[in-house]
Nanobody, 122 residues
C-alpha cells in the first residue's frame, strides 16, 4: 500500500485548504484512513480518521466544527477539508492507513504517506 498526501500550502488565518490522500496498491490491507499532523518540535497527533467499512469518523477536539473528512471510492482518495484555519494548525500533515479500528493514535496505522506542509500565516 502506498499513500500520497498532497494539497498543503500557505494560507491566511481563517482560510481553507483541502488535503488529499491517494492510495494505491493492495487496498484490501486496510479499512481505516487517518490524518495526523506534526508541528515543529512536537509529537505527531491524530486529527481525523474515517472507517472505510461503515463511514464512522473520529476527530480531535481542536478540529471540531472546522475540519471534515470524506472519500472518493472511485479514486481511492480520502480528503481532509480544513476551514477556519488558525496559525496553530501549522504542521506537516500525514495520512495513514490501517486495519485496527478508527482511532487517533499512531500504532493503529501501518502505512504512512510522506506528509504535506500546511502553513497558516498572514
Amino acid at each position: 500500500v502506498q499513500l500520497q498526501a498532497f494539497g498543503g500550502g500557505l494560507v491566511q488565518p481563517g482560510g481553507s485548504l483541502r488535503l488529499s490522500c491517494a492510495a494505491s496498491g493492495f487496498t484490501a490491507d486496510y479499512n481505516a484512513i487517518g490524518w495526523f499532523r506534526q508541528a515543529p518540535g512536537k509529537e505527531r497527533v491524530g486529527v481525523m480518521c474515517l472507517s472505510l467499512s461503515d463511514g464512522n469518523t473520529n476527530y480531535a477536539d481542536f478540529v471540531k466544527g472546522r475540519f471534515t473528512i470524506s472519500r472518493d471510492n472511485a479514486k481511492n482518495t480520502v480528503y481532509l477539508q480544513m476551514n477556519s484555519l488558525k496559525p496553530e494548525d501549522t504542521a506537516v500533515y500525514y495520512c495513514a492507513a490501517g486495519d485496527r479500528g478508527v482511532g487517533l493514535i499512531t500504532p493503529l496505522y501501518d502505512y504512512w504517506g510522506q506528509g504535506t506542509l500546511v502553513t497558516v500565516s498572514s
